[in-house]
């Protein structure tokens, strides 16, 4: 009997997104609740196939950012940077694209293999929405499932998407958002710093390190001093 190809993805996503009810249409019953270590933060974890996968599906807190400046912001992205995810799912509340949209710009950021789930279609619509789900692909350059979780719609469709990803079939885009030129001379100069040390150039994209150094983030700031220590 052939072994499934073993893949973990991260479920992120603003509060109310509908991420619980994804999550929940993945995995069914094969689930389990515990804390992220050293944290009360709950954990959730859930495993289904597909094409072969064995699927580990992880529930990443809800945040409306990666900035951390709260401990569920902490927990979520240091998964995503530490333990560098298959694919990471930012389940988008399609009614509130502007809000949902800004974890999405920082995940590409972050170098993530994103997939957007454009999840509570059925609400866009009935407000008089109109979201034009190949070009909004297209501008992000990456996946954009539509969903409607709570009917279960769209699941199969990102299960999909998923493996697509995990083939390499999807490659991960190089996101560079412009900060302008005064913000980029800085940027440069951290960068090309940071690219000199092969171990944290491969832990970690340099030009977020950089972007994080200059906004004066705490954490990782704690984290490069403890890679030196």
């Given at each position: 009997m052939r072994m499934a190809k073993e893949i973990t993805i991260a479920l992120a996503g603003n509060p109310n997104s509908g991420k619980t009810t994804v999550f929940n249409n993945l995995t069914g019953a094969r689930q389990h609740v515990g804390n992220w270590p050293g944290v009360t933060v709950e954990k959730k974890e859930g495993t289904?196939?597909?094409q072969g996968y064995a699927i580990k599906v992880v529930d990443l807190p809800g945040v409306y950012s990666f900035t951390a400046y709260s401990i569920d912001e902490v927990v979520a992205r240091n998964f995503v940077v530490e333990e560098k995810p298959d694919?990471?799912?930012d389940i988008v509340d399609a009614s509130n694209l502007e809000r949902n949209?800004?974890?999405a710009v920082q995940l590409m950021e972050m170098g993530t293999r994103l997939i957007v789930a454009l999840n509570m279609m059925d609400q866009a619509e009935s407000r008089g929405y109109k979201i034009d789900v190949p070009q909004l692909s297209y501008l992000l350059d990456v996946p954009v499932v539509p969903m409607v979780a709570n009917r279960n719609r769209g699941t199969q469709e990102l299960l999909e998407?998923?493996?697509k990803m995990a083939d390499g079939e999807v490659q991960p885009r190089k996101f560079r958002l412009?900060?302008?030129?005064e913000v980029e001379e800085e940027i440069a100069k951290l960068e090309e710093l940071i690219s000199q040390d092969d171990e944290l150039s491969q832990r970690y994209s340099p030009r977020w390190l950089a972007v994080k150094l200059l906004e004066g983030d705490e954490e990782v700031v704690k984290t490069l001093r403890a890679t030196k220590e």
């Open positions: 289904c196939r597909y694919a990471v799912v949209l800004y974890l998407e998923i493996v412009d900060y302008g030129r």
